[in-house]
């Protein structure tokens, strides 16, 4: 690779090997370096990993976040492309205004979209809460307000892989279907979606990742409690501040892996023509 | 049988795209909505096809009133300028797309496949991506799909417009050819007279959102019903108060009876065919524009600069310049 051109086919010079050496530098000392301490602390002294795995609020916690992130990601999935399919093929009056709301959830921080969810769907002076005791759905402070609020955070990221992909593919090929014989739900299994498959992918894996990760709003509305609404990143931090680190190393070791590993199965399931 | 549009009208906004159209076209012939853009022929073929709906009248299509039926069920065949290819599906796979929605038996399937990609001369491309194919290419795979369904009308909208000069010509002998074999009632749209002129049996001149003329090649080119029609036949000029074709104007360079007279101003070759401008001593009219061969040019021993006399050939079209 020492030898390999440069991107204007020039040979590289001195300046280039050293701004090649800042930007892997950067990402070393910024990425690189302190993740692998991650994973360096997890198993330097003992095996923490295996410690960790025999600790219920571990087990559990882990466990919880699995289950919140996938349904967050099913629900962020399809809204997202059912929004999408919305905001490019139909023009209505507020779109714009819904465009700019779509990227809230990105801009406020998670710890105000927490308490928003707590205000609207609170156990006591909640605006719900008659509604939700008439129903017996307990929200907050259990899975149900967990899950929303991860979906709430990671809302916009599927919306924001598809629509550039929806816009490009126009409707002509859709047109055609329907010429073809094709109903809309058809057309739509046989031609949007495979059209727009790596950039859903795309958005389903980054909305895993930031589910996996969410901590602020997940922390004020679970309530944090061990073993019934306590997240992974939940536990990280708690265990971390009652000193039993290795535990606290251990469970971000294994946040990490599930990400680098969804980032990794896509990698290696996209064609290789369609690769950058 | 045909199609039978009666009275369709369509605005977008307030742009109004077609204006009380009646128009019969007949079954098995091979029919041209020429004009200019924004004239509203691609708005007509797309209402015949259901992909767009006319704000009132009604469509039959083989005497059936498709007016109110989706575009799903009309059995229309349609190809798009710009191919509209399914660029994640092989050759083989987009033509056989009508035909598995409609859940044929997978042999028969194959068999018509193959059939149709042998007619748009294909089948060694059945298992490649659009993406790997020429625009000439993924135009006939767009015609092989369209043509599976076996449709009651087959529809294109400027097929042959984003491909280059020579394809163009090519395609369009082969459409041709493709339709005195096939014999579907099939309707072009075309901006391009000379497409028009060469390809259809038919031709429906349409201009601001309104018919012009309907009528044979010959109709249209012998017998221009407008100064339109006439003008987007191809050039004209003005000889006098009439519109006329520049190359049917007879040029002498001895007086005689004449629409005017004047000197030869500018002379321009262009391959076998010299262009001159000729401008009237009367200067009411305008400079005249006549074409004549190479050999005509000699033989009337014609010069940039000498004074000429123009009138009408013999039988030739023109009409009152507006």
């Known amino acids: 690779m020492a030898s390999h051109p440069t991107a204007r086919g020039q040979r590289p010079t001195p300046a280039t090997h050293a701004r090649r050496a ?22 330097g002294d003992g095996n923490h990993l295996a410690a960790a795995l025999q600790d219920p609020a571990v087990v559990f916690a882990v466990q919880m976040t699995v289950v919140v992130a996938f349904w967050a990601v099913v629900i962020n999935t399809v809204f997202g492309v059912g929004m999408s399919l919305l905001i490019v093929r139909y023009d209505f009056w507020g779109k714009s205004v819904l465009n700019t709301l779509l990227d809230l959830p990105l801009s406020v921080s998670p710890v105000v979209i927490g308490l928003a969810l707590l205000l609207a769907y609170g156990p006591r002076d909640g605006y719900f809460a008659p509604v939700l005791d008439a129903i017996d759905l307990q929200v907050i402070f259990s899975v149900p307000g967990i899950i929303m609020a991860t979906a709430f955070v990671s809302l916009p990221l599927v919306i924001r892989e598809v629509v550039p992909v929806l816009q490009e593919i126009g409707t002509e090929q859709e047109q055609a279907a329907r010429s073809l014989g094709a109903g809309g739900w058809q ?38 409690i061990s073993q019934q609404t306590q997240t992974a990143t939940l536990v990280v931090e708690e265990k971390y501040l009652e000193f039993e680190r290795g535990a606290a190393y251990a469970t971000s070791f294994l946040l990490t892996l599930i990400a680098v590993a969804a980032l990794v199965i896509v990698t290696v399931l996209r064609p290789k023509e369609e690769r950058v | 049988m045909g199609i ?37 022929k691609s708005t007509l073929l797309r209402i015949i096809a259901g992909l767009e709906t006319a704000d009132s009248g009604t469509i039959e299509i083989e005497g059936r009133d498709t007016t109110n ?39 028969e399937i194959a068999r018509r496949v193959a059939e149709l990609l042998e007619l748009v001369h294909l089948e060694q491309f059945a298992h490649r991506l659009p993406a790997q194919l020429s625009g000439g290419q993924r135009q006939r795979m767009a015609l092989a799909r369209a043509l599976a369904i076996e449709p009651s009308v087959l ?24 339709h005195d074999g096939v014999h579907v009632t099939t309707v072009f749209v075309t901006h391009d007279q000379e497409e028009a002129l060469e ?70 070759r262009v391959g076998f065919e010299i262009r001159l401008e000729v401008t009237p001593i009367d200067t009411r009219y305008a400079p005249v524009q006549v074409s004549v061969t190479r050999t005509e040019a000699h033989a009337l021993g014609l010069h940039p600069g000498d ?16």
Not at chain 1, 22 to 43: A, E
Not at chain 2, 81 to 96: D, E, G, I, P, R
Not at chain 2, 226 to 255: A, K
Request: glycine share 10%; no cysteine.
């Open chain 1, 187 to 224: 057309t739509f299994r046989r031609i949007t979606l495979p059209s727009i498959r790596w950039a859903l992918v795309y958005g389903v894996v980054l909305s895993l990742a930031r589910s996996l990760g969410e901590f602020g709003a997940v922390k004020i509305v679970s309530g944090n």
């Open chain 1, 22 to 43: 800042l930007v892997l530098g950067y990402l070393f000392f910024l990425v690189v370096w302190p993740v692998s301490l991650v994973v360096t602390r997890t198993f």
């Open chain 2, 4 to 40: 039978e549009i009666v009275g369709v009208n369509k605005s977008f906004g307030d742009f109004v795209a077609l204006s009380d159209i009646d128009l019969s076209i007949p079954g098995g012939g091979l029919t041209a909505l020429l004009g200019p853009s924004g004239g509203g």
């Open chain 2, 155 to 178: 529809l294109l909208d400027e097929p042959f417009g984003a491909l280059d000069a020579k394809v163009r010509k090519e395609l369009r002998d082969w459409l041709r050819r493709l």
């Open chain 2, 199 to 268: 390809v259809a049996d038919t031709i429906v001149v349409i201009n601001d959102g309104r018919i012009e003329q309907v009528g044979t090649p010959d109709d249209l080119y012998d017998k221009p019903a407008s100064d339109f029609v006439l003008g987007f036949l191809g050039p004209v000029t003005t000889l006098g108060d009439r519109l006329i074709r520049p190359h049917d104007i007879e040029i002498s360079r001895v007086e005689q009876a004449a629409v005017v007279d004047g000197p030869i101003t500018r002379w321009t």
């Open chain 2, 307 to 322: 004074h000429v006399w123009l009138r009408p050939a013999v039988g030739a079209p023109s009409v009152v310049s507006t």
């Open chain 2, 69 to 107: 039926v989706p575009a799903q069920r009309r059995n229309v065949g349609f190809v798009f300028q710009h191919y509209a290819a399914f660029k994640h599906m092989t050759v083989a796979k987009n033509v056989a797309f009508g035909l598995e929605i409609r859940k044929r038996p997978k042999a």
